[in-house]
């Protein structure tokens, strides 16, 4: 007999876990223990990269596997992210760009769950990147929904928020 229970967790519930651990909608989700080697390399490389191009920036900052609470109930930690609002200790308020580096143990949450938790959220750009591929998928929010700008390997692509940021694709397969 199947039970129809899920249980139901709050970023206070969250605060108390050991390891790491994203909260989304109230479930728990496990993350790798430590990424893989490539992980790390592409994903240095892409927080290296809007990193310096905010370096005249007055508003926006780029983070890196740092934790984003989005209400009572989820909290997740995107591979690179920028935000363009003012905060003091936490990051509550949608990020203007979010970089997830896709493995085949994260894509369903990365292609399906993260994808309509950051488009309801608001975040500008959402942008997969698949390491194996050598490609990066570029969805920019229109309208509530978002829009797929393309697949880029060897291009450049110009981020519009607050500070311009022109993106080389080819920098992180390097």
């Known amino acids: 007999m199947a039970i129809d229970y899920m249980e139901y967790y709050t970023k206070d519930d969250y605060a108390k876990w050991e390891g790491d651990w994203e909260l989304i909608y109230g ?52 591979d690179s992210f920028v935000v363009c609002y003012p905060f003091v200790n936490r990051l509550d308020k949608a990020p203007d760009i979010i970089f997830e580096v896709v493995s085949k143990s994260s894509a369903k949450r990365d292609e399906h769950l993260k994808f309509s938790l950051y488009e309801s959220e608001g975040v500008k750009y959402y942008i997969l990147v698949y390491p194996d591929n050598r490609k990066a998928k570029v969805y920019k929010l229109h309208d509530g929904r978002y829009i797929k700008v393309g697949d880029f390997s060897n291009e450049t692509y110009t981020f519009e928020i607050e500070c311009k940021i022109d993106f080389d694709f080819s920098f992180i397969w390097r």
């Open 27 to 78: 479930a728990p989700y496990a993350m790798s223990p430590f990424a893989l080697p490539h992980h790390q390399l592409i994903n240095g490389k892409i927080f290296r990269q809007l990193d310096e191009q905010l370096d005249d920036c007055p508003v926006c900052q780029a983070f890196i596997e740092t934790e984003v609470e989005f209400g009572e109930d989820t909290v997740v930690r995107p």
